[in-house]
């Protein structure tokens, strides 16, 4: 069953544009939504993680938009960069849950 | 320092082989986990540990199985090697705050 679900499944934006990634949960009992960036060949790093107490988290050019009411949250990169080529993953876990639930991962293409 | 660390790197294997994947972190951390990524699936849990000497079965252990005797260490075992676990493996520690921090992984092909 999965619990978090992410889309695009790919998504491909030029150079300066916003890239926007969706994920939508199912778990009411969610209090943590990360994302994490992933490289080839390497392992996922945090990006950016928020809790349900604020609508809205950024940090430099990465700012998640959460909607609680929608059980929605979004991860948007403004001026996207090629460097910012990577896959994207969402994640949701709750208090006293030992493990995270992933997306299922957006491939991001930024074309120069 | 090198975080955390998975060998081998690359491994093929015939059906019904066994082997172990190691992983190793060097910031002691309590809880680890082991996650397999394939196409499209995103990063399903295998099995954790929340200390040494625990383990518990996450959303996919069938095939599986893991040891925590010392709390660097988390081992993944595959008694009987089948293709469908073909797949890309990840090992991750955890800090009290819940970032996770992962290895490089380890891509298995079974034939």
């Known amino acids: 069953q999965q619990q978090v679900k992410q889309s695009p499944q790919s998504l491909i934006v030029q150079k300066g544009g916003i890239s926007i990634i969706n994920c939508a949960y199912e778990?009411?009992?969610?209090?943590?939504f990360p994302w994490y960036q992933q490289f080839p060949g390497k392992g996922p790093a945090l990006l950016i993680a928020?809790?349900?107490?604020?609508s809205e988290k950024k940090e430099g050019r990465f700012t998640i938009s959460f909607n609680k009411s929608a059980k929605q949250f979004s991860l948007h990169i403004m001026d996207s960069q090629p460097g910012d080529s990577a896959t994207y993953f969402c994640?949701?876990?709750?208090?006293?849950?030992?493990?995270?639930?992933f997306g299922s991962g957006t491939r991001l293409q930024v074309q120069p | 320092n090198a975080g955390v660390t998975q060998t081998p790197k690359f491994r093929v294997l015939k059906t019904g082989q066994s082997m172990t994947l190691l992983c190793a972190q060097d910031m002691n951390h309590e809880y680890m986990y082991w996650y397999r990524q394939d196409p499209g699936m995103g990063l399903r849990l295998i099995h954790y540990s929340v200390g040494e000497g625990t383990t518990a079965k996450g959303e996919v252990p069938d095939g599986y199985n893991v040891s925590r005797l010392k709390k660097q260490n988390f081992l993944l075992g595959l008694e009987s090697a089948a293709p469908s676990q073909t797949s890309v493996y990840f090992c991750?520690?955890?800090?009290?705050?819940?970032?996770?921090?992962f290895g490089e992984g380890s891509r298995l092909t079974v034939l």
């Open positions: 928020i809790r349900p107490d604020v």
């Open positions: 994640a949701a876990s709750s208090t006293g849950r030992r493990a995270l639930t």
């Open positions: 778990n009411t009992a969610f209090d943590y």
């Open positions: 991750a520690s955890r800090t009290g705050a819940g970032e996770l921090f």
